[in-house]
């Protein structure tokens, strides 16, 4: 059988009496779209986050967007993000009408270098779109600093991150807005499509509600400004309350699966294991190593039956798509270095011992014999 780099199966044959049970209670409830299952997702969402508000929204991608419309960002603006990342980030900033304006990332741990964001910075600049990639956060404080003194707004893109730490503080709670994403690869995942944007914001939150729900405003039923039809379904809100009481026990067993990756593969020569920052906590969205021979060594990897991926194999400057906005190929040099020689070994939290072990001993063999 091939070990894929991604499973949900194991989870839900332990969790079936549950998720299903959470299947018929919405079924049951006589309220299909925005009811209870929605409202008591957003209190709890919001409350593991110690904030006082949350919004569920239907994907990640409107999570991103929506946040930035939320926090005033249109056209004409321009939002300082990274290229290392999934697609999805770069799209929001252009599905909100603004332009994105790339920093490469450190050669370390492939997160945004912040001292590259002050070169960035114009007068059109508008916000920030840290983005704390495979399940740690970037260093926010200089971030924060730099957001202070050209009053800019930050949007944390949380969503490899759920439950991450950095000096104590969560993912989601150091910015203006944060969005994540509840596709089911993702730490906390759906059995579909979802997504939820927090705030502390009282009138971000506002904009928000209305920006969800067609723009209008729930009690008149009046659109001052058209939004979008962007709500988080209620299925998916009652399996994701269920889930989320679990956040810590799946964050828990990814760390299990990476402290035996580095216990077994961490003396490997020209293998670099991916590293924690001071202060960070690590929630392994994915795993990320890094090889010179990336390419070889998937190939070699397929023979032992067991399927990678790379995230991501191509820079989103680097994409037809967003030619228009001017960047070169070269332009960002760590960013196109890494998408030739990172891969992602198989990592979810009900991924068995055994199953790590093949992964473990093919990895050995293919590496040991380049
Ligand atoms: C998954 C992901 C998104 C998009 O989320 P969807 O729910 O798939 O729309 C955005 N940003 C990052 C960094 C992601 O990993």
């Known amino acids: 059988m091939t070990t894929r780099v991604w499973d949900y199966l194991g989870e839900y044959a332990k969790e079936k009496d549950d998720i299903l049970n959470a299947v018929e209670t919405v079924f049951n409830s006589g309220q299909l779209v925005l009811g209870a299952s929605v409202q008591g997702f957003e209190a709890e969402f919001a409350a593991y986050h110690g904030l006082p508000f949350a919004t569920g929204v239907d994907n990640g991608t409107n999570a991103i967007k929506l946040g930035l419309e939320a926090i005033g960002v249109g056209p004409g603006d321009e939002v300082i993000t990274v290229s290392n990342t999934a697609a999805p980030t770069v799209v929001a900033i252009v599905g909100a009408g603004a332009t994105p304006v790339f920093v490469d990332v450190r050669d370390e741990d492939f997160l945004m270098d912040t001292d590259q ?97 067609y723009g209008m405003e729930k009690v008149y039923y009046v659109v001052q400004s058209p939004g979008h039809n962007s709500r988080l379904d209620e299925l998916q809100a009652e399996i994701l309350r269920r889930k989320l009481r679990r956040l810590d026990e799946y964050i828990d067993g990814r760390n299990r699966v990476a402290r035996r990756y580095e216990q077994y593969l ?49 820079p989103v400057h680097t994409m037809s798509g967003f030619a228009h906005f001017g960047w070169r190929t070269g332009s960002l040099p760590v960013t196109e270095r890494l998408a030739g020689e990172i891969f992602s070994l198989p990592m979810y939290p009900s991924l068995s011992e055994a199953e790590q072990d093949h992964v473990i001993e093919s990895v050995r063999t293919v590496v040991g014999s380049l």
Not at 163 to 175: D, E, K, N, P, V
Not at 290 to 307: F, M, Q, V
Request: aromatic share 8%.
């Open 266 to 314: 961490g003396d490997l020569d020209g293998l670099r294991l991916p590293v924690t920052n001071p202060g960070n906590t690590h929630v392994y969205y994915v795993y990320v190593v890094r090889h010179p021979a990336r390419d070889a060594i998937i190939e070699a990897l397929h023979a032992h039956d067991i399927s990678l991926n790379i995230s991501y194999p191509w």
């Open 117 to 213: 964001v002050a070169a960035a910075i114009t007068p059109r600049t508008k916000a920030i779109v840290p983005v704390h990639l495979y399940g740690q956060c970037v260093d926010m404080a200089p971030l924060e600093r730099l957001a202070a003194e050209h009053g800019l707004k930050i949007l944390e893109d949380c969503a490899q991150s759920h439950g991450a730490r950095q000096h104590g503080r969560m993912a989601g709670t150091m910015s203006d807005v944060a969005a994540f994403s509840f596709y089911p690869t993702k730490v906390l995942g759906a059995y579909g499509d979802g997504g939820a944007v927090v705030t502390a914001d009282e009138t971000v939150h506002q904009n928000l509600r209305k920006l969800r729900y």
